[in-house]
């Protein structure tokens, strides 16, 4: 029985994650050179929506 060439098979992942990833990002600069929102799962760079509250002092205390 023929040994199974493990490099080789994560080499080829390694090269369709890299081709995905350069699809997107060129899908991604098309689309903000045409004037296009991005698209709905991909936040804006500037977002601030990481789950996270806002910091101390920018609302007024509940109850004051």
Do not use: C, H, I, V
């Not at 699809?23 to 996270?52: F, H, I, S, Y």
């Amino acid at each position: 029985m023929a040994k199974p060439n493990y490099s080789f098979e994560k080499r080829q992942r390694e090269l369709a994650k890299k081709k995905k990833k350069e699809e997107k990002e060129k899908e991604k600069a098309a689309r903000k050179a045409a004037g296009l929102p991005p698209m709905a799962d991909e936040p804006e760079e500037g977002d601030a929506d990481d789950g996270e509250a806002a910091p101390s002092g920018t609302t007024p205390p509940a109850g004051a």
